[in-house]
């Protein structure tokens, strides 16, 4: 069968395949169009399955909202370019649609669910790999509900955060949410503090005050002092507010009658071993690769 240009900007404009993978997936197919989407389809996946191995440590992280959810996600790429795709752009907002609708935390059963348009999220992840030519994870979902006030806010698409209070207004969580992505506290309060992580700061403050010499009283002074020091700088409502340092977040939700039930932030590839290059060491080895070969 003859295969027309029309046919093949056809069927690259339903796929986002190149000129040539369209043509020849046509040729194969007989000019079978569905035939050939599902083809490029499944060459796509395995292009997902090869990449699947590569660090993806760049992306987006997106927040929806509906007044008393919210939804955060972080979708990834290896690059900064690619996360800047219009493509790419595309996939995590319809992701975050589909799990703010879904209601659904678990990425692995998330991958099932289906986006607006039909396709499931793995299936349009993998078309993605295919087009952009790099690795695509979502990687984390959050959610928040509440009968109370909602505010998110992101920072240059690289950090989100969603926070929920019990009194105060939508203004007021929004600002909330801006000094969380910013300052980034462990927990809320000193509730949140882990009981080990506590130990161990006091035992390290213990040993740093005794090397001063001083009595054991004064030693125990001092450990107070940089015990609670340092809890006013993990917690929310101990830190200076990000918009004015000279009142806590603690202060700023008492004035308001208002305190934070639950808070969420996500930033893009943090805890994601990144592989670094040495761009020397990787000349080095191609020119040895290359002698090998010769030899």
Do not use: W
């Amino acid at each position: 069968m003859s295969i027309s240009a029309s046919m093949v900007k056809e069927l690259r404009e339903r796929t986002g395949a190149g000129m040539m993978e369209c043509k020849k997936a046509l040729v194969e197919t007989d000019g079978d169009m569905d035939a050939a989407a599902e083809h490029l389809r499944k060459s796509g996946q395995a292009k997902a399955d090869k990449k699947s191995s590569r660090v993806a440590a760049d992306g987006r992280v997106v927040i929806k909202g509906n007044g008393s959810k919210a939804v955060v996600v972080e979708v990834n790429s290896e690059t900064d370019f690619v996360a800047k795709d219009e493509n790419f752009l595309a996939f995590t907002d319809a992701v975050a649609d589909a799990a703010l609708a879904s209601g659904q935390t678990d990425v692995a059963a998330f991958a099932n669910d289906a986006l607006a348009d039909g396709r499931s999220v793995e299936g349009a992840r993998t078309e993605l790999v295919a087009k952009v030519g790099e690795n695509i994870s979502v990687r984390r979902i959050a959610q928040i509900e509440s009968d109370g006030a909602i505010g998110y806010y992101t920072h240059g698409a690289k950090i989100g955060a969603v926070v929920a209070l019990e009194g105060g207004d939508p203004e007021l969580a929004h600002d909330i949410a801006m000094h969380v992505a910013a300052i980034n506290p462990s927990c809320i309060d000193e509730s949140g503090v882990a009981v080990e992580t506590l130990e161990n700061e006091r035992r390290i403050f213990t040993e740093q005050a005794r090397e001063s010499g001083k009595p054991d009283d004064i030693v125990e002074k001092m450990v107070s002092g940089r015990v609670a020091k340092f809890l006013k700088e993990i917690t929310l409502v101990g830190q200076p507010f990000v918009k004015d340092p000279d009142v806590t977040v603690g202060k700023l939700l008492g004035n308001a009658g208002a305190k934070v039930v639950a808070f969420t932030r996500f930033e893009v590839g943090e805890g994601i071993e990144k592989k670094v290059e040495n761009f020397a060491d990787e000349v080095m080895k191609q020119i040895d690769d290359a002698k090998k070969k010769d030899d």
